[in-house]
């Protein structure tokens, strides 16, 4: 008997681990995963590149004018070494550079642009269509996905979120400051929740699990067991 392929929706805020839930996901039940926050930050460095942006007043429809999609091609390559997807832009490997500081302060502006969200849903609906995926962002569950077999809501207290990410950029060398951290998940919770385009919100059917106190594994546990009801 062959199982069926599910599709799964991760969401949740910023920093909570929703990536290393979804790759577990994915890794355990042999899906394909697929990063969509990966999708808006290689945009964001796409614009910063091009001197589209370069401060937070940058005016929308400057953007609009200026940032043409149709010159941007992302896409995501397995790393046999890593084994995890790479992200690239116009053929070039940006996994490291889309996770800079600068890029996350500026991929709530370029993600709450609707031409921005429109393009990301179309491609993130193409990459779904088959089934055996877990994706993770923010409007998964509610607008790329809505019936998703299953949808999960993560979050963690905003500190230990900033806590954890600090840890993660101080061991990559990143020279940042926790509240530099804290200041930049506090900003994108409020912009991702508060935008007019699919903002984040729980959808009235997702699972949620708070991983506050929770190890991994303890969390992957849990995500495991919800995933092997619906199939
Ligand atoms: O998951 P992440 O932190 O890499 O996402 C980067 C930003 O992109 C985040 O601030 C919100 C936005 N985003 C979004 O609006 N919709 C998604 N589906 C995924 C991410």
Same mark, same amino acid.
């Given at each position: 008997?062959?199982?069926?392929?599910?599709?799964?929706?991760?969401?949740? %805020?910023?920093?909570?681990?929703?990536?290393?839930? @979804?790759? @577990?996901? +994915?890794? %355990?039940?042999?899906?394909?995963?697929?990063?969509?926050? +990966?999708?808006?930050?290689?945009?964001? /460095?796409?614009?910063?590149?091009?001197?589209?942006?370069?401060?937070?007043?940058?005016?929308?429809?400057?953007?609009?004018?200026?940032?043409?999609?149709?010159?941007?091609?992302?896409?995501?390559?397995?790393?046999?070494?890593?084994?995890?997807?790479?992200?690239?832009?116009?053929?070039?490997?940006?996994?490291?550079?889309?996770?800079?500081?600068?890029?996350?302060?500026?991929?709530? /502006?370029? +993600?709450? /642009?609707?031409? *921005?969200?429109?393009?990301? &849903?179309?491609?993130?609906?193409?990459?779904?269509?088959?089934?055996?995926?877990?994706?993770?962002?923010?409007?998964?569950?509610? *607008?790329?996905?809505?019936?998703?077999?299953?949808?999960?809501?993560?979050?963690?207290?905003? !500190? =230990?979120?900033?806590?954890?990410?600090?840890? !993660?950029? =101080?061991?990559?060398?990143?020279? &940042?400051?926790?509240?530099? =951290?804290?200041?930049?998940?506090?900003?994108?919770? $409020?912009?991702?929740?508060? $935008?007019?385009?699919?903002?984040?919100?729980?959808?009235?059917? @997702?699972?949620?699990?708070?991983?506050?106190?929770?190890?991994?594994?303890?969390?992957?546990?849990?995500?495991?067991?919800? *995933?092997?009801?619906?199939?």
């Amino acid at each position: 008997m062959t199982l069926k392929k599910i599709t799964i929706a991760v969401d949740g %805020h910023s920093s909570c681990g929703k990536s290393t839930l @979804a790759k @577990a996901i +994915a890794t %355990h039940f042999a899906y394909k995963y697929i990063d969509s926050g +990966a999708m808006y930050r290689a945009v964001t /460095l796409y614009a910063i590149q091009n001197q589209l942006i370069d401060s937070k007043d940058i005016k929308k429809d400057i953007l609009e004018n200026d940032l043409n999609l149709n010159k941007i091609i992302i896409d995501f390559k397995y790393n046999e070494t890593k084994k995890k997807s790479d992200t690239y832009l116009n053929g070039h490997c940006v996994e490291n550079e889309i996770r800079s500081i600068e890029v996350s302060n500026f991929v709530s /502006l370029i +993600a709450e /642009l609707k031409f *921005v969200r429109q393009k990301m &849903v179309a491609l993130q609906q193409g990459m779904g269509k088959d089934g055996g995926i877990v994706m993770d962002g923010r409007d998964i569950g509610t *607008v790329v996905f809505p019936n998703a077999e299953l949808k999960i809501f993560l979050t963690a207290q905003v !500190e =230990i979120r900033a806590e954890r990410r600090f840890k !993660e950029l =101080i061991a990559k060398g990143d020279q &940042v400051s926790f509240q530099e =951290i804290l200041n930049n998940l506090t900003t994108r919770d $409020r912009i991702d929740s508060t $935008r007019e385009e699919s903002p984040l919100i729980q959808s009235k059917d @997702a699972v949620v699990i708070d991983n506050s106190r929770y190890t991994i594994e303890e969390q992957n546990l849990i995500a495991f067991q919800l *995933v092997e009801k619906c199939l």
